[in-house]
């Protein structure tokens, strides 16, 4: 096994990156998979939390909100502010009704109507009820006339469907690229006969094998981790989430060497992709449909480095809490690798027969 | 001092249960072109795929530079040279990306390939990638591929197979400058003339089974005939007699002819080795 051979066959097909378009679309796939989900599942762009306001006549409350910097406020009929926040488009709506204002300031406590948005961004709404209570405290000029409980989800189930899919989103940018980069680059040499060529220079069948994988995985990772990156998501044990996502990174070079062995041309992979692919990111299922039994889960390959990588982001996990599953996703890698072998034997017959 | 650079003994290979190679024997010396002359399916790229350590031999024996064959071995790999019938390059790369690969893998570092490149004639077009080249430039470009290590022992897998003449021409004085060098040819092709011309022995493989391997002339002066063909003109009509040379009444025959008034053309010619190939193994290429 020579090193040098490994990353001069590493070297031309990162080259040859830029002039594929299958590799070109796996690095826009990140750009496109979370625009799809935020537009489906979130409001797109909205960094800052978004109100929706129904008011009768002019409104003190209103105008001062719409001032405030650091959210945006969207006027609305009630019945399109109801929808509005039942769909997610807004993170909460306030409606003021025509007496609403006058009846604070002469010291009644009147009903406001607050709604949050069970699809909107559950700090935002906080956020903006903040503020909704201190232009109350500067119309009645006393203290703040409500209790504000926050209470911190911390069971999946309590997660709102736009927060559940981020990290799913993330983990199926990693499955499509870790299995397709190399399963694509080795069936890609196959059908070119250029991969009986190298065989024939002092590469063997594992360097040639083991530099695609590689390059799988250095390209894969840092798509994962702009993926991440891309979805706003922080707060959690950075060495820990690279760690599960090495391991899964690795779990899926595995697979895509699988795959690229077995694939007899380009059209028999995306055929295996498309109905295999289903299996393995089926996990993440589980996370965005948390109603879904859990041991399911545990059936597939992937869960064992995706149920780490979601805990650490999710649930803060750290490396010793998330050690157990990994081991199972290294000894995953290690049984692979050993089909991966054998398969690759099988390849350079049936290459050498064609 | 190795003498026989490539050694195979009673070679045999199969495909499942098709036997595609029967226990061949042959040698290949330092600077000698052998070629490997057969109709498809004979076994010519089956042998060439055992020797160049892609199939695993079934029986027999096969050394390399005085090494016993093995599959994956980085050190005979390393001392050999491979074209392909297929068109194996890397078309979104261009001729000089190709060979500068080619030489990573042979681990030599810093390989310029311009001497190379004009060596086959692609110098101008060395930036170019190889998805615009001509059937003819691809061809130059793998036979340069397969030299890039200056290799002991190069395999040529029909190299002219469907060229033009000017290519095919200047891809035989290729392989002739390199067995020069002293590089050990295999050749395979159904090309007799071209067999004939860059060939220092021919082995006739069919089914498998090398029925003769000699040099050319040996093989035309025992398994040919040499004949001459007269055109004599007779009472306003062209006529056309053959004479076998090998016969005792030739000088006779041929000197009446010559005395001839109507004498017209006389041709000498030669068995072709397509001639002793359907004549030894009873089939056409």
Same mark, same amino acid.
């Given at each position: 096994? %020579?090193?040098?051979?490994?990353?001069?066959?590493?070297?031309?097909?990162?080259?040859?990156?830029?002039?594929?378009?299958?590799?070109?679309?796996?690095?826009?796939?990140?750009?496109?998979?979370?625009?799809?989900?935020?537009?489906?599942?979130?409001?797109?762009?909205? $960094?800052?939390?978004?109100?929706?306001?129904?008011?009768? @006549?002019?409104?003190?409350?209103?105008?001062?909100?719409? /001032?405030?910097?650091?959210?945006?406020?969207?006027?609305?009929?009630?019945?399109?502010?109801?929808?509005?926040?039942?769909?997610?488009?807004?993170?909460?709506?306030?409606?003021?009704?025509?007496?609403?204002?006058? %009846?604070?300031?002469?010291?009644?406590?009147?009903?406001? @109507?607050?709604?949050?948005?069970?699809?909107?961004?559950?700090?935002? $709404?906080?956020?903006?009820?903040?503020?909704?209570?201190?232009?109350?405290? $500067?119309?009645?000029?006393?203290?703040?006339?409500?209790?504000?409980?926050?209470?911190?989800?911390?069971?999946?189930?309590?997660?709102?469907?736009?927060?559940?899919?981020?990290?799913?989103?993330?983990?199926?940018?990693?499955?499509?690229?870790?299995?397709?980069?190399? /399963?694509?680059?080795?069936?890609?040499?196959?059908?070119?006969?250029?991969? /009986?060529?190298?065989?024939?220079?002092?590469?063997?069948?594992?360097?040639?094998?083991?530099?695609?994988?590689?390059?799988?995985?250095?390209?894969?990772?840092?798509?994962?981790?702009?993926?991440?990156?891309?979805?706003?998501?922080?707060?959690?044990?950075?060495?820990?989430?690279?760690?599960?996502?090495?391991?899964?990174?690795?779990?899926?070079?595995?697979?895509?060497?699988?795959?690229?062995?077995? /694939?007899?041309?380009?059209? %028999?992979?995306?055929?295996?992709?498309? $109905?295999?692919?289903?299996?393995?990111?089926?996990?993440?299922?589980?996370?965005?449909?948390?109603?879904?039994?859990?041991?399911?889960?545990?059936?597939?390959?992937?869960?064992?480095?995706?149920?780490?990588?979601?805990?650490?982001?999710?649930?803060?996990?750290?490396?010793?809490?998330?050690?157990?599953?990994?081991?199972?996703?290294?000894?995953?890698?290690?049984?692979?690798?050993?089909?991966?072998?054998?398969?690759?034997?099988?390849?350079?017959?049936?290459?050498?027969?064609? | 001092?190795?003498?026989?650079?490539?050694?195979?003994?009673?070679?045999? !290979?199969?495909?499942?249960?098709?036997?595609?190679?029967?226990?061949?024997? !042959?040698?290949?010396?330092?600077?000698?072109?052998?070629?490997?002359?057969?109709?498809?399916?004979?076994?010519?790229?089956?042998?060439?795929?055992?020797?160049?350590?892609?199939?695993?031999?079934? &029986?027999?024996?096969?050394?390399?530079?005085?090494?016993?064959?093995?599959?994956?071995?980085?050190?005979?790999?390393?001392?050999?040279?491979?074209?392909?019938?297929?068109?194996?390059? +890397? =078309?979104?790369?261009? #001729?000089?990306? =190709?060979?500068?690969? !080619?030489?990573?893998?042979?681990?030599?570092?810093?390989?310029?390939?311009?001497?190379?490149?004009?060596?086959?004639?692609?110098?101008?077009? #060395?930036?170019?990638?190889?998805?615009? +080249?001509?059937?003819?430039?691809?061809?130059?470009?793998?036979?340069?591929? #397969?030299?890039? =290590?200056?290799?002991?022992?190069?395999?040529?897998?029909?190299?002219?197979?469907?060229?033009?003449?000017?290519? &095919?021409?200047?891809?035989?004085?290729?392989?002739?400058?390199?067995?020069?060098?002293?590089?050990?040819?295999?050749?395979?092709? *159904?090309?007799?003339?071209?067999?004939?011309?860059?060939?220092?022995?021919?082995?006739?493989?069919?089914?498998?089974?090398? *029925?003769?391997?000699?040099?050319?002339? =040996?093989?035309?002066?025992? +398994?040919?005939?040499?004949?001459?063909?007269?055109?004599?003109?007779?009472?306003?009509?062209?006529?056309?007699?053959?004479?076998?040379?090998?016969?005792?009444?030739?000088?006779?025959?041929?000197?009446?002819?010559?005395? *001839?008034?109507?004498?017209?053309?006389? *041709?000498?010619?030669?068995?072709?080795?397509?001639?002793?190939?359907?004549?030894?193994?009873?089939?056409?290429?």
């Amino acid at each position: 096994m %020579s090193l040098h051979r490994i990353l001069v066959l590493m070297g031309r097909d990162l080259s040859i990156c830029p002039r594929s378009p299958i590799i070109l679309w796996l690095f826009a796939m990140p750009l496109l998979i979370t625009f799809f989900f935020q537009v489906v599942f979130t409001n797109l762009f909205d $960094s800052e939390p978004v109100l929706g306001i129904y008011t009768s @006549q002019e409104s003190v409350i209103a105008d001062s909100l719409i /001032a405030c910097d650091g959210i945006r406020v969207i006027s609305a009929e009630e019945t399109e502010l109801a929808e509005m926040v039942e769909n997610g488009a807004v993170d909460a709506g306030l409606i003021l009704r025509d007496s609403f204002e006058d %009846s604070v300031r002469s010291g009644a406590r009147p009903e406001l @109507q607050y709604l949050i948005s069970p699809e909107g961004s559950p700090a935002g $709404s906080a956020v903006i009820l903040l503020l909704v209570l201190d232009e109350l405290r $500067s119309l009645e000029n006393r203290k703040t006339p409500l209790e504000i409980i926050v209470i911190s989800p911390d069971e999946k189930q309590d997660l709102p469907l736009s927060e559940r899919i981020v990290p799913s989103t993330v983990l199926v940018v990693m499955i499509i690229c870790g299995v397709f980069i190399p /399963a694509f680059m080795l069936v890609d040499e196959r059908e070119k006969g250029t991969l /009986a060529a190298v065989l024939v220079t002092p590469v063997t069948t594992g360097e040639a094998l083991l530099s695609k994988g590689l390059l799988g995985f250095c390209l894969a990772m840092p798509i994962t981790v702009f993926t991440l990156v891309l979805n706003g998501l922080s707060g959690f044990d950075m060495i820990a989430l690279l760690v599960c996502f090495a391991v899964g990174t690795a779990v899926c070079n595995c697979i895509g060497l699988i795959y690229g062995t077995v /694939a007899r041309s380009a059209k %028999s992979l995306y055929t295996m992709v498309k $109905s295999l692919n289903i299996i393995l990111v089926a996990p993440a299922m589980f996370y965005i449909f948390s109603g879904w039994p859990g041991w399911v889960a545990k059936l597939f390959p992937t869960y064992w480095f995706m149920d780490p990588a979601y805990r650490v982001i999710m649930h803060n996990a750290h490396l010793p809490d998330v050690l157990g599953s990994l081991a199972v996703a290294l000894a995953t890698v290690i049984l692979l690798g050993f089909v991966v072998v054998f398969l690759g034997r099988r390849m350079q017959n049936r290459l050498t027969e064609a | 001092m190795i003498s026989s650079v490539i050694d195979v003994r009673d070679l045999h !290979f199969s495909y499942c249960d098709v036997e595609a190679v029967r226990g061949i024997t !042959f040698t290949v010396s330092r600077g000698e072109i052998l070629g490997f002359l057969g109709p498809n399916g004979a076994g010519k790229s089956t042998t060439i795929k055992v020797l160049t350590g892609q199939l695993s031999p079934g &029986s027999g024996s096969v050394s390399i530079l005085g090494k016993a064959l093995a599959r994956d071995d980085p050190e005979i790999q390393s001392r050999i040279g491979v074209c392909f019938e297929e068109k194996n390059l +890397y =078309n979104n790369m261009s #001729a000089r990306e =190709n060979l500068k690969f !080619f030489a990573g893998l042979f681990g030599m570092k810093g390989y310029n390939p311009d001497a190379l490149l004009r060596r086959v004639s692609l110098i101008e077009k #060395a930036d170019d990638r190889v998805s615009g +080249y001509s059937k003819g430039m691809r061809q130059r470009l793998m036979i340069a591929r #397969a030299m890039v =290590n200056d290799p002991d022992v190069l395999f040529l897998d029909e190299p002219t197979e469907g060229l033009d003449p000017v290519s &095919s021409r200047s891809i035989r004085e290729l392989i002739l400058e390199q067995a020069q060098k002293g590089t050990a040819v295999l050749l395979t092709t *159904h090309n007799m003339r071209e067999a004939d011309e860059l060939s220092d022995r021919v082995a006739f493989i069919c089914e498998g089974r090398i *029925h003769v391997l000699d040099t050319p002339d =040996n093989l035309k002066l025992k +398994y040919g005939h040499r004949t001459a063909r007269v055109k004599i003109s007779e009472d306003g009509t062209v006529r056309q007699e053959t004479i076998s040379l090998d016969k005792s009444d030739a000088g006779d025959k041929l000197k009446k002819l010559v005395e *001839h008034e109507g004498l017209l053309t006389i *041709h000498t010619e030669e068995a072709t080795l397509e001639d002793i190939f359907i004549r030894i193994t009873g089939r056409g290429l």
